[in-house]
Nanobody, 124 residues
Framework: QVQLVESGGGLVQAGGSLRLSCQAS????????MGWFRQAPGKEREFVAA????????TYADSVKGRFTISRDNAKNTIALQMDSLEPEDTAVYYC?????????????????WGQGTQVTVSS
């Protein structure tokens, strides 16, 4: 079992930045690719970013490419999502997840463990 706890969400103005963190416990994250997903009110949960077990491969949704950066620190069992140039459309609950693979995945069906989510609100 892997327990995931997100932090770092909040309220920010458009154009601003936030850094989300996800702390894992229970198992070492070196066995898992990791991802970030988000769910806006009234919408389906969608893929944001993913990173391989080693951190050497990443992938992003087109809507966040160039603005968001996913990273991981396996020694600390954490992953992060640096979000810059935030837009009101980025408002959502953001979830950290651990994949059932060591290689990055975009489909949430490939993820076995999920955090409880952290709210990000971007005002215009």
């Amino acid at each position: 079992q892997v327990q995931l706890v997100e932090s770092g969400g909040g309220l920010v103005q458009a154009g601003g930045s936030l850094r989300l963190s996800c702390q894992a416990s229970g198992r070492t994250l070196t066995n898992y690719a990791m991802g970030w997903f988000r769910q806006a009110p009234g919408k389906e949960r969608e893929f944001v970013a993913a990173i391989s077990w080693s951190g050497d491969s990443t992938t992003y949704a087109d809507s966040v490419k160039g603005r968001f950066t996913i990273s991981r620190d396996n020694a600390k069992n954490t992953i992060a999502l640096q979000m810059d140039s935030l837009e009101p459309e980025d408002t959502a609950v953001y979830y950290c997840a651990a994949a059932n693979s060591r290689y990055r995945r975009r489909n949430q069906d490939n993820y076995s463990y999920w955090g409880q989510g952290t709210q990000v609100t971007v005002s215009s």
